[in-house]
């Protein structure tokens, strides 16, 4: 999941132009000082709420044994960055809405109400899997903090409960 996250990684900054450019001056390393150390840099607050949502992520996101992006944001930044800097041809969120254009196209050509019926099905369930996945991510979180001695076990149960309160897992 993690990886259809970075699809959109860039979007706190849609709008900002002037930010993502000066953002692009930096490099990876230079954002997580600046970043540990508190200090400003280019779209710091639109990447701290972007953070904030997605702590739970990782490059292993069900390897407890690898830190989260708030606990390791290079990666975040990283991929921020890589993703600023492309063109158009391998930007993933152009690539994304090409592949959902490709499949409107196809599916309009498609006739058989049962086999459309399926399909959005199909397309729903997917999203469902996606969202429990992104739901155990924030649970696998929690237990990494939980083994670290990070948080007591009344602390996990309150954030288990808000996440379900929340609805944070539902589409």
């Given at each position: 999941?993690?990886?259809?996250?970075?699809v959109g990684i860039e979007s706190p900054l849609a709008g900002h132009a002037g930010v993502a450019t000066a953002l692009c001056e930096y490099d990876a390393d230079t954002l997580v000082?600046?970043?540990?150390?508190?200090?400003?840099?280019?779209?710091?607050a639109q990447i701290e709420a972007?953070?904030?949502?997605?702590?739970?992520?990782?490059?292993?996101?069900?390897?407890?044994t690898?830190?989260?992006?708030?606990?390791?944001p290079r990666q975040?930044?990283?991929?921020?960055?890589?993703?600023?800097?492309r063109d158009d041809e391998h930007n993933p969120r152009l690539v994304q809405r090409a592949s959902?254009?490709?499949?409107?196209?196809?599916?309009?050509?498609i006739h058989h109400a049962g086999l459309l019926r399926h399909l959005a099905a199909h397309r729903a369930l997917l999203e469902l899997r996606e969202e429990m996945r992104d739901l155990s991510t924030r649970m696998y979180r929690l237990l990494r903090?939980?083994?670290l001695g990070g948080v007591s076990d009344l602390d996990i149960?309150?954030?288990?409960?808000?996440?379900?309160?929340?609805?944070?897992f539902l589409p």
């Open positions: 999941m993690a990886g259809l996250r970075i000082a600046y970043h540990r150390d508190h200090r400003d840099y280019p779209g710091r972007y953070l904030e949502r997605h702590k739970h992520c990782s490059a292993r996101e069900l390897d407890l690898v830190p989260c992006w708030d606990e390791e975040l930044l990283q991929n921020l960055l890589t993703n600023l800097r959902r254009e490709r499949y409107a196209s196809e599916a309009a050509h903090r939980a083994f149960a309150v954030a288990i409960l808000q996440t379900w309160v929340s609805g944070d």
